[in-house]
């Protein structure tokens, strides 16, 4: 079955210029022209992907995300107007696991989306339940457990999650992350880690404010602990 | 009239050096006016009161000699009648009477009295006069005693009174030199008081030029200096709201222009990836206008960031980066394959400096971008450790850029008159602009000079603050 993607955005030209893009790359296209319109498609129909205008009338991107995360851990990618506002990391913290700015080239959404859709890699085919501490996590699964209980984490930070824990102790600079992650260069956002840290943190720590798994180490990077 | 004042008026003088001798000439002025009505007046009645009591004296010594002239003879008018007048100090009596003149003195005698008085007195009338003996100023009296047949002359020195007088118009110049000064000084402070608000509409006027549009000056009650201040502020609001507007439209332009430019560039993507069903000419139209989405992007990107550059709404997200690193991977990733060498010291390697990650690559990169369009393309990218900080120097070898357009190459859309001349038809646009602006706002500095080993060619540098090395 092929990827199904929902796209909100209130300007119809761009929606169907980007739809007509999309479908180039052999993805499923449906349209949602408000947020209204979108979460109610997707309670409908889940999609695999939701790229979100957060300049909606009526109920806006943020809220839309925010709804579409109550339910389902699928890959978000929002469209802001600025890379240097705060929307970026209010966007991260509705729960967006990218974003892009407008104007954007369709290549780069494409690019954007099939990096997010990767599957989490495996630390080592020969593991298939890693311990630390409290925490669980069987990659094979996508499951992570705290003292028993499954911990509900989107794909994102699963993956950020089981990248840390690929070599445990070590320092990954937000390059290394941003690059085995998301799939930027030298140049992304390290916004991006930085929110997703701190959403991994809510999920997998005790005390999200003195964490104990994931560490942050200054001017270097993050690590994970046992 | 007024061109002749103007002419007259040093140019090198200021408002407030004239307005400084302005009120000393009016003291000056008014001083001497005081000061010599004052001297004429004190002289005047002082020597009248001199001379009316002179008179009353001459007077009874010219009756003590009528009455004892008669009996005495020449030897006892010299000896006693002379010595028993009233004589105060500087007095000095001279009697004509038996045919023979007599005095006290050899000095003076007969002829120390003016000629003109002895006429007068010789026809029988009495007289006086101010006269000048010996060098002094003197008051000579006479009187006619017919009866006795004898004429009495006084002599009155008169240089003590005009010691008097000299000293007070001594006081008096010093009087007037001193009310000068105090006028000088006093419009001196005047001038200062008169002047300080619009000193301050001056530094106002500097800090509106210097980008701090909302200053204003303070209201004031003095109905005078409140028009003013409040013409300028009127002045500095419309110039605001007209900045902002422009500053705004700018912004609302570029923002309107992201959509349609969104619908384009993933038009022309899907067109793109349906190049092969297209005719030859078709291709090179589709090249065309995805050459032309690609550089209109860039374009809208630029005015957006130069907006909000205009609107001080620039936040930079900083990260300490280590410079040596980032500056390889902006070059490998701006430089599309051709390779050009980024030059380092192994002691830069440590080198870290706070900075926006995005805005700094892009520095980069529109350096790099220049050199290809006006400079025939970047010879090399190095590093330099420099005393209080570290550069990013860029040298390209094409014509250079000559002394005179060196600042303005940083200007929004200028094109050299050397790049223009290369008639390549493609502007730097905001790319230089927007280097400058970045640069300033991390703290750094840019400029353009000739290439340091001599070859022709531009040199761009940019200095940053070392966070730590």
């Known amino acids: 079955m092929s990827t199904r993607i929902l796209t909100v955005e209130d300007d119809e030209r761009i929606r169907t210029a980007v739809k007509m893009a999309l479908e180039d790359e052999g993805w499923v296209v449906e349209e949602a022209e408000t947020g209204e319109q979108a979460l109610e498609a997707f309670q409908r129909h889940p999609s695999d992907v939701v790229l979100i205008d957060i300049m909606l009338p009526g109920v806006d991107g943020f809220e839309v995300c925010r709804s579409v995360r109550r339910t389902s851990d699928v890959p978000i990618v929002m469209v802001t107007a600025r890379a240097d506002t705060h929307d970026v990391v209010a966007g991260l913290e509705a729960g967006a696991d990218d974003y892009l700015t407008k104007p954007f080239a369709p290549k780069e959404l494409s690019a954007r989306i099939r990096a997010l859709m990767r599957r989490a890699r495996k630390p080592d085919p020969a593991t298939t339940t890693m311990r630390f501490g409290d925490l669980e996590i069987i990659p094979d699964a996508g499951v992570v457990r705290r003292g028993g209980t499954e911990l509900h984490l989107t794909k994102t930070e699963f993956r950020l999650l089981c990248e840390l824990a690929s070599s445990p102790g070590r320092v990954f600079s937000r390059e290394v992350l941003l690059e085995r992650v998301w799939g930027y260069g030298y140049f992304g956002d390290g916004r991006l880690v930085d929110v997703h840290v701190r959403r991994l943190r809510t999920k997998i720590e005790a005390d999200p404010a003195n964490p104990r798994h994931v560490l942050t180490v200054r001017g270097l990077g993050y690590k994970l602990q046992g | ?469």
């Open chain 2, 1 to 469: 009239m007024r061109r002749l004042f103007a002419r007259l008026r040093p140019r090198s003088l200021g408002l407030r050096a004239r307005i400084t001798i302005a009120f000393a000439l009016g003291a000056l002025l008014l001083s001497a006016i005081l000061a010599s009505t004052t001297f004429a007046l004190t002289r005047a009645n002082t020597l009248n009161q001199r001379e009316s009591a002179a008179l009353s004296r001459v007077y009874v010594n010219a009756s003590t000699v009528k009455i004892r002239i008669g009996s005495t003879s020449a030897t006892d008018i010299q000896d006693t009648l002379l010595p028993s007048l009233q004589l105060p100090n500087g007095a000095r009596p001279v009697l004509h009477a038996q045919g023979k003149w007599f005095s006290l003195t050899a000095q003076i005698g007969e002829n120390s009295i003016p000629p003109s008085l002895r006429a007068l007195v010789d026809s029988g009338h009495p007289g006086r006069m101010t006269f000048t003996l010996q060098n002094k100023p003197a008051l000579a009296v006479g009187i006619p005693l017919p009866s006795a047949n004898a004429e009495y002359f006084e002599l009155v020195d008169l240089s003590d009174l005009q010691s008097t007088l000299d000293s007070l118009g001594f006081s008096l110049l010093g009087a007037a030199v001193i009310t000068t000064a105090a006028g000088g000084v006093l419009g001196w402070w005047a001038s200062r008081r008169t002047l300080r608000p619009l000193a301050d509409v001056s530094q106002a006027a500097e800090a509106i030029a210097g980008g701090r549009l909302d200053t204003r000056l303070e209201a004031t009650l003095d109905p005078d200096l409140g028009v003013l201040a409040s013409s300028f502020n009127d002045m500095a609001a419309a110039l605001q709201e007209r900045i902002e507007r422009d500053a705004r439209f700018a912004s609302d332009v570029s923002h309107e222009l992201r959509s349609p430019l969104m619908t384009l560039a993933a038009a022309v993507d899907v067109l793109e990836t349906r190049r092969d069903e297209l005719g030859e000419r078709s291709q090179a139209a589709l090249d065309l206008l995805a050459g032309e989405v690609v550089r209109f992007r860039q374009l809208v990107e630029d005015l957006l960031e130069m907006s909000r550059y205009d609107a001080g709404a620039v936040r930079l997200e900083l990260d300490d980066i280590r410079l040596a690193e980032f500056v390889m991977q902006a070059v490998s990733v701006s430089s599309n394959g051709d390779s050009v060498p980024v030059e380092l010291d192994s002691e830069l390697a440590g080198v870290v400096v706070q900075a926006d990650k995005r805005r700094l690559a892009r520095v980069v990169a529109n350096l790099l971008d220049n050199a290809r369009k006006y400079g025939d393309g970047p010879v090399t990218v190095a590093l330099q450790r420099v005393e209080d900080g570290v550069q990013i120097v860029v040298e390209d070898e094409g014509p250079g850029i000559p002394e005179e357009e060196r600042d303005v190459v940083f200007e929004r859309f200028a094109r050299g008159g050397v790049a223009g001349r290369r008639g390549s038809g493609e502007g730097v646009g905001l790319g230089l602009a927007l280097v400058a602006e970045h640069v300033r706002l991390h703290g750094g500095r840019v400029w353009v000079e000739d290439r340091a080993d001599g070859h022709p060619g531009a040199r761009f540098v940019v200095e940053l603050p070392v966070l730590r090395s």
